[in-house]
């Protein structure tokens, strides 16, 4: 089935620095890929939309300025969290949706565990 | 808005036992009705799915049946295993995924 991944696994930063999360579709072009949020032992919240080629569409509530989103081809969305503090330490999760045969599916990425220190 | 609620657990089973857990959704129109399980760090995993009303999805002895009349999407399995033991999301997708708060189950050997 299609795969979508995500680097890194897990990372680990210093208050104040910027950390950029790639996730990538494996076998299939997305236009479209999704960012969630987990925080622990919580629900995913859906943070933005990423549209190839465009500008991303946030949801409310979510800085665009603190959590960077590009989608620079149709196998790659990057969310840079800029200026990282410890709120930002969370589990972010991608997606990648696909229509095939006028159906929609979107697969979801292993997820990035972020720990701001 | 859309909305998801499962019963929020903890769970805890023995193994072997009857699983239930409950999953109601406010959405207009039609939405495709989903569970995801994530098992210990890792991400979401699709379990099962129904597109449309009295669909049975199922999926490693999982079950679940839209129904549109009870606005319910519950998930069942006759026989749970130690491996298991995971958190499980029912979720909604009309334009965009709508999660609910997840159902933490643990199976005792």
């Known amino acids: ?117 | 808005g859309n909305s998801v609620t499962q019963m929020e657990g903890p769970v805890t089973l023995s193994e072997e036992a009857f699983l239930t857990i409950n999953c109601t959704y406010t959405a207009t129109g039609y939405p495709s009705l989903f569970w995801y399980v994530q098992y210990p760090g890792e991400g979401l995993q699709l379990l099962l799915k129904a597109t449309k009303a009295d669909d049975k999805g199922s999926n490693k002895g999982f079950e679940a049946t839209y129904r549109k009349e009870t606005t319910s999407f519950h998930l069942e399995k006759g026989s749970v295993q130690v491996s298991d033991s995971a958190v499980y999301f029912c979720a909604l997708y009309g334009q965009n995924f709508v999660f609910g708060p997840g159902t933490r189950l643990s199976v005792l050997p």
């Open chain 1, 1 to 117: 089935g299609a795969v979508v991944s995500q680097h890194p696994s897990w990372v680990i930063c210093k208050s104040g620095t910027s950390v950029k999360i790639e996730c990538r579709s494996l076998d299939f072009q997305a236009t479209t890929m999704f960012w969630y949020r987990q925080f622990p032992k919580q629900s995913l919240m859906l943070m933005a939309t990423s549209n190839e080629g465009s500008k991303a569409t946030y949801e409310q509530g979510v800085e665009k300025d603190k959590f960077l989103i590009n989608h620079a081809s149709l196998t790659l969305s990057t969310l840079t969290v800029t200026s990282a503090h410890p709120e930002d330490s969370s589990f972010y999760i991608c997606s990648a949706r696909v229509t095939h045969r006028g159906q929609e599916t979107q697969y979801f990425g292993p997820g990035t565990r972020l720990l701001v220190l």
